[in-house]
């Protein structure tokens, strides 16, 4: 809604007047009335922030930190916080309610907000006891017996946001959504809830719950260091960053509890820092973001360098290569981390998502080992199955950098663990005189090579999105890279997605479920019939061509 005649609408005044007599918070109570009294000038953002209510989807609440509905703020959350806990009563769920919490701007006031709402209706509230991974609070739903978990986490947003994701405990999330993000039809229960929540000022608030000791984070360390084997290599050189989130010193803790060498960190980056000082955007994938850690690598003389993103669920690593040091794609480590633990021996299924590259489902089906492909979201891998109850999940990746090395653990992307088996192989080829890069050129040799690359656009008009994806399904290619398209996948009414194949090459495109965003995951497959660098190089030459078709299919 954007307001272009300077007299404000009279609906639009009682709502912003309604919702600020309700507000809990003295200081979010100031905020909008500073925007009150800049009307009519600032008639714009009024609309912007009452424009809707911040939708509690799979992912939870995600927005910026602002007074009202459509923002992150205590309102807000106490009202999510009710509407949750109103749902877990509703069902019958039995056990606390342990909640985490990063160092963002407001984390810990939004974290024990939702525990005295949750003591207020007589449930039992964990709170951890300090800014934590999200893996943590993962870990801690399983290990507490919680009905529920609650992390106030924005991950990778810019500082100015802030969310909160819920995950459930086994009583109401069943044995594969033990200590996993929600999926329908929970969310729309829980946003039904939410929206039967009356007055604010109503709700009843207890006292701020129980701080768990420091106990939950020796646990969780015990258990990923034994995700690594105890009598292999350990002579492993890193350098580490955790973009002034939280990882930082659970990673300093972790490697030395496997066994490994305390890593270097890029010591700008250490501290959390909610404003990310740093960093353009604190999202280890985007350009330039982990820079400081590769030349902290290169200068040490380190084997690897990893970076963690704020929250630390996501995990990337970069290399020395041929031609300087370079940041492996989630896809590569995916398939590294997979090829890894098969080889150790490790049974069972391996998951992806229908964006990730679809080389893991080629190595599963040549190794003869389960295999499934889900939605994109760590909520739909750990839940991946085919059908038969003798495969359970071993390991699951998508290819923003998100692996579940360990879902007996960590039912969600853990980006520790995940940097921990990454030290494992790094230190078992390097005994071996050998290389990550080595093992990718062995992958390739044996399987092609499958490169990948993603077309991502972002928006400031989110209409602009949804025309880009009717322009492709009404005028859909008929060839790529000059091949005939083999099959066009459409997945509405359920999922806004769609998947275009060649022989070689494939096409998915969906928008972002997180970010103003469309994106479109591009893969082309180039048989090695000689040289793996010749190989590599023809692929990138038919990635930079499908990405311009893509672009152009697209109209952006």
């Known amino acids: 809604m954007t307001i272009t005649d300077p007299a404000v609408p009279d609906g639009l005044l009682a709502r912003a007047t309604q919702w600020q007599a309700d507000d ?135 500082p100015r946001d802030n969310g909160y994701k819920v995950y459930l405990g086994e009583g109401l999330g069943g044995a594969t959504g033990a200590g996993a993000q929600i999926v329908p039809p929970a969310d729309a229960g829980i946003e039904a809830a939410i929206r039967a929540v009356g007055p604010l000022k109503a709700v009843p608030l207890g006292p701020p719950g129980t701080v768990v000791d420091e ?27 955790p973009l002034h989130g939280v990882g930082g010193a659970v990673v300093l803790a972790a490697l030395p509890a496997a066994g490994f060498a305390r890593p270097s960190i890029v010591d700008v980056q250490a501290e959390p820092d909610p404003e990310f000082p740093t960093v353009s955007f ?27 993103d704020p929250d630390a669920d996501r995990c990337a690593v970069a290399v020395p290569d041929r031609d300087g040091w370079r940041m492996l794609r989630g896809d590569e480590v995916g398939v590294l981390l997979a090829d890894h633990l098969m080889r150790r021996g490790v049974r069972g299924l391996y998951a992806t998502t229908i964006v990730s590259s679809s080389l893991l489902g080629a190595i599963c089906r040549q190794r003869g080992l389960p295999y499934a492909e889900t939605l994109t979201g760590f909520k739909w891998i750990v839940r991946a199955t085919t059908g038969s109850a003798e495969d359970e999940l071993v390991y699951g990746y998508e290819e923003a950098l998100g692996y579940c090395v360990a879902p007996e653990l960590v039912r969600d992307k853990d980006g520790i663990s995940a940097a921990l088996l990454m030290c494992e192989l790094a230190a078992g080829l390097r005994a071996a005189g050998r290389t990550l890069v080595d093992r990718l050129d062995e992958i390739a040799t044996e399987f092609g090579v499958y490169a990948t690359d993603q077309l991502s656009v972002r928006v400031e008009d989110l209409t602009e999105i949804g025309r880009a994806m009717d322009r492709i399904r009404a005028q859909s290619p008929a060839t790529l890279l000059g091949e005939p398209v083999a099959s066009v996948e459409d997945l509405l009414p359920e999922n806004d997605v769609i998947t275009i194949r060649t022989r070689s090459a494939r096409v998915v495109v969906r928008p972002s479920g997180t970010e103003p965003k469309l994106k479109a995951y591009l893969e082309v497959i180039e048989p090695v019939t000689g040289d793996v660098a010749q190989a590599r190089q023809r692929a990138a030459a038919g990635l930079a061509a499908l990405r311009a078709e893509t672009a152009a299919a697209l109209g952006v």
């Not at 602002?66 to 069902?91: D, H, I, Q, S």
């Open 282 to 308: 604190p999202n280890p994938e985007e350009p330039g973001a982990i820079d400081r850690a590769i030349a902290l690598a290169s200068s040490t003389g380190a084997d690897l360098a990893i970076a963690n």
């Open 24 to 158: 809990p918070d003295r200081t979010d109570q100031a905020e909008l009335q500073r925007v009150l009294d800049g009307l009519p000038g600032t008639g714009a953002e009024l609309a912007d922030r009452f424009a809707g209510s911040l939708a509690f989807g799979t992912a939870g609440l995600r927005g910026p930190l602002r007074a009202g509905p459509n923002g992150m703020n205590l309102a807000v959350v106490r009202g999510a916080a009710a509407g949750l806990v109103g749902w877990l009563a509703e069902r019958g769920g039995d056990g606390p309610l342990v909640i985490g919490y990063d160092a963002r701007h407001r984390s810990r006031e939004f974290a024990e907000e939702t525990a005295r709402v949750a003591t207020g209706a007589g449930r039992a509230a964990l709170l951890l006891p300090r800014p934590l991974p999200t893996p943590i609070l993962a870990y801690a739903v399983r290990r507490l017996g919680a009905v529920a978990g609650v992390m106030v986490t924005a991950s990778h947003n810019p």
């Open 215 to 241: 106990d939950i984070v020796k646990s969780y360390l015990d258990s990923v260091a034994g995700v690594v084997a105890p009598d292999g290599p350990r002579d492993l050189t890193v350098a580490y960053t």
